[in-house]
């Protein structure tokens, strides 16, 4: 192998730097770090994979599906990129051009799995299953289906199966069932990169280590103020020393590989909430509905009290599903721009046209909107003490797509856009006490997204420099590219 790319789900170098890890700080001490940052609206792994930003590839967390109507929702598979496999060619596909061996596993919305000169093991989600076991259509070659199957492999687990169905609520159980997810993931990908003899390897940690960060930085938070101690606390460094000897043995098995360690995003502590809604009415842009607002707050407010075993079962049901994604607590017809947020990253703003959305708003008129919101919202006394920003993406080559964002609001880490208070912007600072993960399963949590990724290189230097066109995860598709072009 003369890459291995692994991938971990929400981390930063902060992460390991807590003592639990030794060798992979080993690593970062004696590797290339690079400082690239995203929007939190465009999808991270989806960049590096087609070293495209969502704008292009549809690739949002969330976005509207400009039908007519203000319908949402936060589906995204990779086969929804426009000119996929042709103008827009994944990474794997790129190096198989080249001749190449690939072997790609657990890379998330990479369901049904793609057929690759070497071996592909699709992730959970993005229209795939979420769960145990895996199916033949997350394999290729298919036989590899039964290998996995024999071996133990898991394909995915979250909070919902390991709380809800499994009822894991003490620390050591909890963690003891992620730690044998990345113990199969680990000896799969070790086992058929060395059957298929692959040149790029590119494994992902997903589900494992983005809930570990998700629970464990509030309780971290929490012991620092009041210099408790905490079980919780001590299972996750188990966990993270028991993570990082998978990562000692990935790495020693492919001796003379580059390594590439990166992450989708990473995450931080919630502090304060931005409801972009209120300034948009603020500043004239947007009319509120009473009724909307209100069924808004209260399905908010009381949807953790309903039984999991519900949650699954109106999951199950398209419309109610699509209902619920697609709230507003605005009038839909007379507003001229509005923000939409139930994810845990940052949101932009959308004008309300006609043509996507039905609403006031003619195509001509657009610029002119975002014009005075993006001048409305720099120069508010609000954001700039807080240090926000609005912008546009451009590109001159490519039109934008319909579902990402006509403004990118970008916040500092800690603040979260969502409509779940009334004010502009509003200290969040939940009392929380000593950890139990029974409450964890009502989805109430205290972690969100946050802009700046893990991105080191290990045995070889970084081949490109990030420029400010290009200082995201896309950077990381062309370096791969680059390296192998290179060596070639």
């Given at each position: 192998?003369?890459?291995?790319?692994?991938?971990?789900?929400?981390?930063?170098?902060?992460?390991?730097?807590?003592?639990?890890?030794?060798?992979?700080?080993?690593?970062?001490?004696?590797?290339?770090?690079?400082?690239?940052?995203?929007?939190?609206?465009?999808?991270?792994?989806?960049?590096?994979?087609?070293?495209?930003?969502?704008?292009?590839?549809?690739?949002?967390?969330?976005?509207?599906?400009?039908?007519?109507?203000?319908?949402?929702?936060?589906?995204?598979k990779l086969s929804d990129t426009p000119g996929l496999g042709e103008s827009m060619k994944p990474i794997w596909q790129v190096l198989n051009d080249m001749g190449l061996k690939v072997g790609v596993m657990n890379v998330p919305t990479t369901f049904p799995a793609p057929k690759v000169d070497?071996?592909?093991?699709?992730?959970?989600?993005?229209?795939?299953?979420?769960?145990?076991?895996?199916?033949?259509?997350?394999?290729?070659?298919?036989?590899?289906?039964?290998?996995?199957?024999?071996?133990g492999y898991i394909v995915d687990e979250r909070l919902p199966s390991l709380l809800g169905e499994k009822k894991l609520y003490e620390p050591k159980d909890f963690y003891a069932q992620l730690q044998r997810m990345n113990e199969k993931r680990t000896d799969s990908f070790v086992e058929l990169s060395k059957q298929y003899q692959i040149d790029f390897g590119f494994l992902v940690y997903k589900s494992s280590i983005v809930t570990a960060e998700t629970l464990l930085i509030p309780e971290l938070a929490r012991?620092?103020?009041?210099?408790?101690?905490?079980?919780?606390?001590?299972?996750?460094?188990?966990?993270?020393?028991?993570?990082?000897?998978?990562?000692?043995?990935?790495?020693?098995?492919?001796?003379?590989?580059?390594?590439v360690m990166v992450s989708d995003h990473?995450?931080?502590?919630?502090?304060?909430?931005?409801?972009?809604?209120?300034?948009?009415?603020?500043?004239?842009?947007?009319?509120?509905?009473?009724?909307?607002?209100?069924?808004?707050?209260?399905?908010?407010?009381?949807?953790?009290?309903?039984?999991?075993?519900?949650k699954k079962l109106l999951k199950k049901s398209s419309k109610i599903k699509s209902s619920y994604e697609s709230m507003t607590t605005f009038d839909v017809t007379t507003s001229k721009a509005f923000s939409v947020s139930f994810s845990q990253g940052q949101h932009g703003i959308f004008i309300n046209d006609q043509k996507r959305f039905g609403g006031p708003v003619v195509s001509e008129d657009i610029d002119s909107y975002k014009k005075k919101i993006i001048e409305a919202f720099n120069e508010h006394e609000i954001c700039r003490a807080h240090d926000f920003k609005a912008y546009c993406v451009k590109n001159e080559q490519t039109n934008i797509v319909d579902q990402f964002p006509d403004i990118v609001l970008d916040l500092p880490d800690g603040y979260l856009t969502s409509s779940e208070y009334q004010?502009?912007?509003?200290?969040?600072?939940?009392?929380?006490?000593?950890?139990?993960?029974?409450?964890?399963?009502?989805?109430?949590?205290?972690?969100?997204?946050?802009?700046?990724?893990?991105?080191?290189?290990?045995?070889?230097?970084?081949?490109?420099?990030s420029s400010d066109n290009k200082s995201d995860l896309r950077f990381i598709y062309d370096h791969v590219v680059s390296f192998f072009s290179k060596s070639n």
């Amino acid at each position: 192998m003369k890459m291995l790319m692994i991938g971990m789900d929400g981390v930063q170098e902060a992460t390991f730097k807590r003592g639990w890890t030794p060798f992979i700080a080993s690593l970062i001490e004696a590797g290339s770090s690079i400082e690239l940052k995203e929007d939190l609206i465009s999808r991270g792994w989806a960049e590096i994979v087609t070293g495209q930003h969502a704008s292009i590839t549809k690739a949002v967390y969330e976005g509207p599906l400009a039908n007519g109507d203000h319908l949402w929702s936060d589906k995204y598979k990779l086969s929804d990129t426009p000119g996929l496999g042709e103008s827009m060619k994944p990474i794997w596909q790129v190096l198989n051009d080249m001749g190449l061996k690939v072997g790609v596993m657990n890379v998330p919305t990479t369901f049904p799995a793609p057929k690759v000169d070497g071996f592909f093991v699709s992730g959970g989600g993005g229209g795939g299953p979420i769960g145990q076991d895996v199916m033949p259509e997350q394999c290729f070659p298919i036989e590899i289906q039964k290998y996995l199957a024999d071996s133990g492999y898991i394909v995915d687990e979250r909070l919902p199966s390991l709380l809800g169905e499994k009822k894991l609520y003490e620390p050591k159980d909890f963690y003891a069932q992620l730690q044998r997810m990345n113990e199969k993931r680990t000896d799969s990908f070790v086992e058929l990169s060395k059957q298929y003899q692959i040149d790029f390897g590119f494994l992902v940690y997903k589900s494992s280590i983005v809930t570990a960060e998700t629970l464990l930085i509030p309780e971290l938070a929490r012991c620092e103020n009041t210099h408790e101690k905490s079980d919780f606390i001590d299972a996750s460094e188990s966990f993270y020393r028991d993570f990082d000897n998978k990562i000692m043995r990935l790495v020693k098995s492919f001796p003379d590989a580059q390594v590439v360690m990166v992450s989708d995003h990473s995450m931080a502590l919630r502090k304060w909430s931005v409801n972009a809604n209120a300034f948009l009415s603020e500043i004239g842009m947007q009319n509120s509905s009473t009724s909307k607002a209100s069924t808004y707050s209260f399905i908010k407010s009381f949807k953790h009290l309903v039984p999991l075993s519900i949650k699954k079962l109106l999951k199950k049901s398209s419309k109610i599903k699509s209902s619920y994604e697609s709230m507003t607590t605005f009038d839909v017809t007379t507003s001229k721009a509005f923000s939409v947020s139930f994810s845990q990253g940052q949101h932009g703003i959308f004008i309300n046209d006609q043509k996507r959305f039905g609403g006031p708003v003619v195509s001509e008129d657009i610029d002119s909107y975002k014009k005075k919101i993006i001048e409305a919202f720099n120069e508010h006394e609000i954001c700039r003490a807080h240090d926000f920003k609005a912008y546009c993406v451009k590109n001159e080559q490519t039109n934008i797509v319909d579902q990402f964002p006509d403004i990118v609001l970008d916040l500092p880490d800690g603040y979260l856009t969502s409509s779940e208070y009334q004010k502009f912007v509003t200290a969040y600072a939940p009392k929380v006490d000593k950890y139990d993960l029974r409450e964890a399963v009502k989805g109430k949590h205290h972690t969100i997204k946050a802009h700046y990724p893990l991105a080191v290189t290990v045995n070889s230097p970084w081949l490109l420099k990030s420029s400010d066109n290009k200082s995201d995860l896309r950077f990381i598709y062309d370096h791969v590219v680059s390296f192998f072009s290179k060596s070639n």
